[in-house]
């Protein structure tokens, strides 16, 4: 899986102005990664035409699939409007077959006093809007296009997700054969940095990589 755009921009989607050119782009990473999957994280205003027209050409022509990482607005909202469903709902109109929609379950605005409830629920909110946008698709599929993507520990808006969510978060998402769980990053997995937020650990008492072999059982 390769992501675009992010912490890598500038975003292709920004340099390119054509869907041509963004196609073409997106096929030079395809070759030189050696892959046949690309993701989109889309963290910043995109012409949507453009990303989306070359999104299918490229599909059309090689098969690619295709997901789109998206920011979160709330937890009983879900995908932000600009930022999330209108990429989506501009991605079907385009033609785009969209593999799985990867939400960024981390910085929102979080209600449940267990944050890993929250996770959870944040996730049940996206799958609502899925249904609005796929509304031909059972709740099965729509699962199985889902993916969850929490931040490790201390998040900045000061929301933490310990291991015990980890583990909640995973059986939830066996339970519900969700298409893809992942986190947010494997450097932060460990405990360096006490009650502290950085890249590179947790901010919470752990031991090292004790999030990553919870995340194993989902597999």
């Given amino acids: 899986m390769y992501f675009i755009g992010g912490a890598l921009g500038p ?3 920004h340099l390119c ?3 041509e050119t963004l196609a073409a782009a997106y096929k030079t990473v395809l070759d030189v990664v050696g892959t046949s999957h690309l993701d989109v994280d889309v963290e910043a205003p995109v012409d949507l035409r453009i990303m ?3 999104l299918a050409m490229v599909q059309q022509e090689r098969n690619i699939t295709v997901s789109f990482t998206l920011m979160i607005q709330g937890e009983d909202y879900g995908l932000t409007p600009i930022l999330g469903t209108q990429v989506l709902e501009d991605a079907v ?3 785009v077959r969209v593999d799985t929609v990867n939400a960024m379950t981390m910085e929102y605005g979080a209600t449940s006093p267990d944050f890993g409830d929250s996770v959870i629920n944040t996730a049940q909110s996206v799958l609502r809007q899925m249904q609005e946008i796929w509304p031909e ?4 599929q729509l699962k199985s296009m889902l993916g969850v993507t929490p931040m490790l520990g201390r998040n900045f808006n000061r929301n933490t997700f310990q291991l015990e969510h980890a583990t909640k978060l995973v059986d939830w998402a066996k339970t519900n054969n969700i298409g893809l769980l992942a986190f947010w990053s494997i450097e932060r997995d460990n405990d360096g940095c006490l009650g502290t937020v950085s890249p590179y650990c947790s901010g919470i008492s752990q031991s090292r990589f004790a999030f990553t ?5 989902f597999a």
């Fill in 137 to 140: 698709k059972t709740m099965d």
């Fill in 11 to 13: 975003y292709l989607e």
């Fill in 93 to 95: 109109q385009r033609g």
């Fill in 52 to 54: 989306n027209e070359a």
């Fill in 213 to 217: 072999k919870i995340f194993q059982g």
């Fill in 17 to 19: 102005t054509t869907p």
